[in-house]
């Protein structure tokens, strides 16, 4: 893994630390089930980035009372294709699981289904998300917005979020096919682990916090990221914060700074767009997956630029690494991960797995 130190961890022993984690920093027994869900599969498909490395700032919102640990999320009104929830100030990863569950289920009779959530905080992994409509045989979108972060083009402050956005679609074979981006240069999370190994991003297009350019991951983190793609991921991320803020009655951009701030407070609600799309509206559900796989396959076996043993479908590498840890019940962390969250166990009070 990049050459960085790391260590290896039980699957099972993983789950229950996270667990005792959340429970231990506010949340609910149940709450706490569902968003260690979401953190596993992280580390279970080797997206470190959104795993226990990433826990830490949901712990911190639950200790200080920004996240309402015991919250559960509530249908604040719906039509035979939309649904509005509010996520009551509580975990994201549970009010994005019950959009995806509503979407999937309204797509199947209104052959599409927008929910938009509001209200509410960091969803985390997004792909995580779309997959759960996919592996339902629905086509899923999430929009997230979130903090600001990124830099527009043209520009050196911080006034978008990475926004992440997320695409599932089922195909011929058991597991979907997975798109999950930042709108950003890099993603946060990347920028932040690249931060506690003292090494350099290039090409996040970052600047310090004096607005000059800088490659070095603990600049940029003062500073700001760029966007994806100049223009294009600039224009991106601002559609991203327009679908999951003003869409949702959620804030975006600069109104997001308090989650940055440790102290305690009320805080402006994320919001979440989700969509399912049904393909049996539209034709054969059957024939959809089959052309899927077909044009996937298509791609993956097309002509290879020298060098390159193998052109991969997006996902499909995390999937691998996912039934690789599943097989072996364990997954790899890096080390500095596990120094800063047992630091985290510490203050909680929660004992670290030998």
Request: hydrophobic share 40%; with cysteine.
């Amino acid at each position: 893994m990049n050459g960085r130190p790391t260590r290896t961890i039980a699957v099972a022993t993983l789950r229950d630390f996270m667990e005792r984690l959340l429970v231990a920093a506010g949340a609910s027994a149940e709450n706490a089930r569902d968003c260690a869900g979401v953190f596993l599969e992280a580390d279970l498909r080797g997206i470190t980035l959104q795993g226990l490395d990433h826990m830490s700032s949901m712990l911190r919102s639950l200790r200080n009372g920004k996240m309402a640990g015991a919250a559960r999320p509530v249908i604040a009104c719906e039509t035979a294709a939309t649904v509005l929830i509010d996520g009551n100030r509580g975990p994201g990863q549970v009010a994005a699981i019950l959009a995806c569950d509503l979407a999937v289920k309204k797509a199947r009779k209104a052959g599409t289904c927008a929910v938009a959530i509001r209200n509410s905080s960091d969803g985390f992994m997004v792909g995580y998300y779309v997959d759960r409509i996919a592996r339902e045989g629905m086509i899923g979108f999430i929009f997230s917005d979130a903090p600001p972060l990124v830099r527009p083009h043209g520009g050196v402050e911080r006034i978008l979020g990475t926004n992440p956005l997320a695409i599932g679609i089922p195909t011929g074979g058991a597991n979907p096919m997975v798109f999950d981006m930042a709108t950003s240069a890099r993603s946060a999370s990347r920028v932040r682990q690249a931060a506690y190994h003292n090494e350099d991003i290039p090409g996040a297009e970052g600047v310090d916090s004096k607005g000059r350019f800088s490659v070095k991951a603990t600049e940029v983190r003062d500073g700001a990221i760029g966007p994806l793609g100049g223009a294009k991921g600039f224009g991106l991320g601002m559609i991203v914060a327009l679908f999951s803020g003003p869409l949702t009655g959620s804030a975006c951009g600069k109104a997001l700074n308090p989650w940055f701030d440790p102290a305690p407070g009320h805080l402006p609600g994320k919001g979440h767009l989700v969509i399912a799309i049904n393909p049996a509206a539209f034709g054969d559900e059957q024939d959809f997956r089959m052309n899927v796989g077909a044009y996937l396959d298509k791609v993956r076996h097309s002509r290879k630029a020298p060098g390159v043993h193998e052109i991969r479908i997006p996902g499909v590498r995390a999937g691998m690494t996912c039934e690789q840890s599943l097989r072996e019940g364990r997954v790899t962390l890096y080390e500095a991960i596990w120094d800063n969250i047992k630091k985290v166990a510490h203050d909680l009070n929660v004992t670290v797995p030998a």
